[in-house]
């Protein structure tokens, strides 16, 4: 079972960018596809983006295309989220957890307690 933690999130204005980390408490990540999604007050769940163990396949939401780069260096035992030209509207908590694609879209399991990131002017 993963244990999960995210660091890297605050307050940013509209444009700025954020980097957002995630390593394993105990244990390792490396065998493990990582994703991120994000969840703001009176929203529902949404994807950010999963990439699989090796880091050679990456997928994102439609709306972060372009603006957010998900990556991992599994000799650190990290995955990242480099978020550039942030929105008012991709103010939310964000977590890393164990991702897989699903019928329906990504699934996630063993999230960790997510870090904040407020974007405003």
């Known amino acids: 079972q993963l244990h999960l933690v995210e660091s890297g999130g605050g307050s940013v204005q509209p444009g700025g960018s954020l980097r957002l980390s995630c390593t394993s408490a105990g244990g390792t990540l490396n065998y493990y596809a990582i994703g991120w999604f994000r969840r703001a007050p009176g929203k529902e769940r949404e994807v950010v983006s999963c990439?699989?163990?090796?880091?050679?396949?990456?997928d994102y939401a439609d709306s972060m295309k372009g603006r957010f780069t998900i990556s991992r260096n599994n000799t650190k035992n990290m995955v990242y989220l480099q978020m550039n030209n942030l929105k008012p509207e991709d103010t939310a908590k964000y977590h890393c957890?164990?991702?897989?694609?699903?019928?329906?879209?990504?699934?996630?399991?063993?999230w960790g307690p997510g870090t904040q990131v407020t974007v405003s002017s």
């Open positions: 957890a164990k991702c897989w694609a699903g019928v329906n879209g990504y699934k996630y399991e063993f």
């Open positions: 990439i699989n163990s090796s880091g050679g396949t990456t």
